[in-house]
């Protein structure tokens, strides 16, 4: 339900909720030692939701500009926690993956991001958060349907 409220709009809850639980994730990540800024842990787990996905791609997807991508990149490929290889399809563009040493630093990343978000979820019974995950996946592909270009707007 709308509100005329503009301090309880939905997509101002949203926003804050969303601005407030990326503020507390990348606290946690700077305390827990990894040796990786928030930026770089945050790319380290978009590359395992998408193995073999080309720079561009991941750029888009984690919305970032491609240079703060590459330097992300540059960082993690140095401490061999990604690989980038030239795309067998088209060879201006670069594909990037997880190289096998990542696992654990990966496994690390989840554990903090996994502790913050169950602090926010703290008071919410089990049923309740499974509900706003299916709610939000659905939000989601609305907002995603109705993009242009997508033929429905």
Known sequence: MLTN??????????????RLLRLRIDRALEEAGLGLTPGEARTL?????SPASRQTALAAQMNVEPMTLVAFLDRLESRHLVVREQDPTDRRAKIVRLAPEAQPILERVHGVTRKVQERALQNFRPEEVEMLQALLKRMRANITASEPGRGQE
């Not at 409220?5 to 969303?18: K, Y």
């Not at 787990?45 to 939701?49: H, S, T």
């Open 5 to 18: 409220r503009p301090e309880e709009t939905f997509g101002l809850l949203l926003a804050d909720g969303a």
């Open 45 to 49: 787990a978009y590359v395992a939701l």
